[in-house]
T-cell receptor, first 113, second 115 residues
Framework: AQSVTQPDIHITVSEGASLELRCNYSYGATPYLFWYVQSPGQGLQLLLKYFSGDTLVQGIKGFEAEFKRSQSSFNLRKPSVHWSDAAEYFCAVGNTGGFKTIFGAGTRLFVKA | DAGVIQSPRHEVTEMGQEVTLRCKPISGHDYLFWYRQTMMRGLELLIYFNNNVPIDDSGMPEDRFSAKMPNASFSTLKIQPSEPRDSAVYFC?????????????FGPGTRLLVL
């Protein structure tokens, strides 16, 4: 069965600082991996996804993530955080084809001036 | 495209009442998902459909919950009877298999409060 762990419930970073959000997954086959972002009162929006090819994936809003099979990780990074990045971030793993998707508990990002 | 449309956006009801949540997926999408989000349990997949057929309903909490998709442009999630522990935000999402790797487009959610 699929599972996702996001070890950090919340993270606070200063505006302009770099960001890394951690994600570990469990899945028996090649995983489909996703990062979504949720702003308050909104639905989720896809930031990026990985299912094959280059293990470093570029997404929207300047985010990137790296798939590391040996560590079962798919960490999200951004070199310089903006105040508008404050939101909740969800890592997710999908089954083959990517359609049955299990979400992590989320990491809430706070950005301080 | 208008995106995934959910109605109502907010619902307040009393315990024991029937609640119906509605979803219109993005036109052309062949997958539809229902999720429930709470502080305690996070985002849970309740059920998903492919071409209007339920594929996996293992996340539906109990018999009080039912979901239907009578056609490609409409789905409902019904709770009967409702209980206070059903209070949550319910999201509908849709996806198109043709683009591969299951990007899901989420609606704005229905915030349900059962008193």
């Amino acid at each position: 069965a699929q599972s996702v762990t996001q070890p950090d419930i919340h993270i606070t970073v200063s505006e302009g600082a770099s960001l890394e959000l951690r994600c570990n997954y469990s899945y028996g086959a090649t995983p489909y991996l996703f990062w979504y972002v949720q702003s308050p009162g909104q639905g989720l929006q896809l930031l990026l996804k990985y299912f094959s090819g280059d293990t470093l994936v570029q997404g929207i809003k300047g985010f990137e993530a790296e798939f590391k099979r040996s560590q079962s990780s798919f960490n999200l990074r951004k070199p310089s955080v903006h105040w508008s990045d404050a939101a909740e971030y969800f890592c997710a793993v999908g089954n083959t084809g990517g359609f049955k998707t299990i979400f992590g508990a989320g990491t809430r990002l706070f950005v301080k001036a | 495209d208008a995106g995934v449309i959910q109605s109502p956006r907010h619902e307040v009801t009393e315990m024991g009442q029937e609640v119906t949540l509605r979803c219109k997926p993005i036109s052309g999408h062949d997958y539809l998902f229902w999720y429930r989000q709470t502080m305690m349990r996070g985002l849970e997949l309740l059920i998903y459909f492919n071409n209007n057929v339920p594929i996996d309903d293992s996340g539906m909490p109990e018999d009080r919950f039912s979901a239907k998709m009578p056609n490609a442009s409409f789905s409902t999630l019904k709770i009967q009877p409702s209980e206070p522990r059903d209070s949550a935000v319910y999201f509908c999402a849709s996806s198109y298999s043709g683009t591969g790797a299951g990007t899901q487009y989420f609606g704005p959610g229905t915030r349900l409060l059962v008193l």
